[in-house]
């Protein structure tokens, strides 16, 4: 369903800009199923395919809040970012869609039988966790800014 989901978010910000119609009201829904989507369904899909040692849990429960924060921001400084020219040019940090990365690197890894647990300094947890964690890190960036189509 995920990437039914990343459809139909295209499909809607292609849809209003063509309308020529936009709400805050609709921008928050969009955010909101955004969270859900690419946020707390990766993290989830995650968990129940087995990346759910306790710092496998605290990682996905970052790269989730992450895609909480990333959003959030989007939604409070995209007035001011969009002032100049009348649309947001940029991305601060990566697209929150962007988390199917991660996830397809997951399920490949899954279907291949290489989701390992590893020790490292007394902690077990997963390699394809740091994935996660990686790309929540990219998605709250103030550095890194992406043009935006």
């Known amino acids: 369903m995920i990437p039914v989901?990343?459809?139909f978010d295209?499909?809607?910000?292609?849809?209003?800009?063509?309308?020529h119609a936009a709400s805050p009201m609709g921008?928050?829904?969009?955010?909101?199923a955004d969270v859900v989507s690419f946020g707390v369904a990766p993290a989830a899909i995650a968990f129940a395919a087995g990346?759910?040692?306790?710092?496998?849990?605290?990682i996905l429960l970052f790269f989730a809040g992450?895609?909480?924060?990333?959003?959030a921001r989007y939604n409070v400084t995209a007035e001011s970012l969009s002032a100049q020219k009348g649309k947001v040019e940029f991305f601060e940090g990566t697209?929150?869609?962007?988390?199917?990365?991660?996830?397809g690197v997951l399920m490949l890894a899954f279907h291949s039988g290489h989701l390992n647990r590893m020790t490292l300094l007394g902690v077990e947890w997963?390699?394809?966790?740091?994935?996660?964690?990686?790309s929540g890190s990219l998605m709250i960036s103030k550095t890194l800014r992406i043009p935006k189509p």
């Open 27 to 32: 921008r928050e829904l969009d955010s909101l």
């Open 66 to 71: 992450c895609g909480v924060s990333r959003l």
């Open 126 to 134: 997963h390699l394809i966790a740091l994935l996660f964690f990686v």
């Open 95 to 103: 697209p929150i869609p962007t988390s199917i990365v991660p996830l």
């Open 51 to 58: 990346v759910n040692t306790p710092l496998d849990q605290a």
């Open 10 to 19: 295209v499909l809607d910000g292609r849809i209003a800009r063509w309308r």
């Open 5 to 7: 989901a990343l459809v």
